[in-house]
T-cell receptor, first 116, second 112 residues
Framework: GAVVSQHPSRVICKSGTSVKIECRSL??????MFWYRQFPKQSLMLMAT?????????EQGVEKDKFLINHASLTLSTLTVTSAHPEDSSFYIC????????????FGPGTRLTVL | DAKTTQPNSMESNEEEPVHLPCNHS???????IHWYRQLPSQGPEYVIH???SNVNNRMASLAIAEDRKSSTLILHRATLRDAAVYYC?????????????FGQGTILTVHP
């Protein structure tokens, strides 16, 4: 299957700082990328959907000004957590789908964010 | 989005078959049934999907009830590496980008 990478795999930051997480599709063109958040012992929660070259669509309750998503190319999407606080500590996971692969999303390995 | 119901947990012995059930009584005619699994501290992994007919691939089989209100993921010979959380998800065929809504899933424990 296709490969999706995330960078960094884990990050620790101070409260009030911003953190950028990258999601790359390594061997296919991802027309759509998704960002999820997962708290300990809970399921994945979809945060937003981004299509290449257009603004992201955020799920209800997700602050678009706090979680900035950019999908500037067919292989890269970034999620920036602005002014992070301890309650933003979570496991952030991206997934990617191509034009012909809506039947299968390819997930990245996740990024563990800890805000002190 | 139509919802799915899965048991919280199941156990199996290594090299035995595992049948993971999923109820989706409010499924619509255009909903695809997807299964993903997630190993600890990793992103989910696609397992299989289907619409109406049973499906087989190298990882598993998917048996879909005739009325489509339930389905069963079948792992033919469980291994220790199959221990994971298994998610049964309905994806609307009407959307253009395959949005997935994850439920709580079934925690599968495989005993040696």
């Amino acid at each position: 299957g296709a490969v999706v990478s995330q960078h960094p795999s884990r990050v620790i930051c101070k409260s009030g700082t911003s953190v950028k997480i990258e999601c790359r599709s390594l061997d296919f063109q991802a027309t759509t990328m998704f960002w999820y958040r997962q708290f300990p012992k809970q399921s994945l929660m979809l945060m937003a959907t981004s299509n290449e070259g257009s603004k992201a669509t955020y799920e209800q309750g997700v602050e678009k000004d706090k979680f900035l998503i950019n999908h500037a190319s067919l292989t890269l999407s970034t999620l920036t957590v602005t002014s992070a606080h301890p309650e933003d500590s979570s496991f952030y996971i991206c997934s990617a789908a191509g034009r012909s692969s809506y039947n299968e999303q390819f997930f990245g390995p996740g990024t563990r964010l800890t805000v002190l | 989005d139509a919802k799915t119901t899965q048991p919280n947990s199941m156990e199996s012995n290594e090299e035995e078959p595992v049948h993971l059930p999923c109820n989706h009584s409010t499924i619509s005619g255009t909903d695809y049934i997807h299964w993903y699994r997630q190993l600890p501290s990793q992103g989910p992994e696609y397992v299989i999907h289907g619409l109406t007919s049973n499906v087989n691939n190298r990882m598993a089989s998917l048996a879909i009830a005739e009325d489509r209100k339930s389905s069963t993921l079948i792992l033919h010979r469980a291994t220790l590496r199959d221990a994971a959380v298994y998610y049964c998800i309905l994806r609307s065929g009407g959307t253009s980008y395959g949005k997935l809504t994850f439920g709580q899933g079934t925690i599968l424990t495989v005993h040696p």
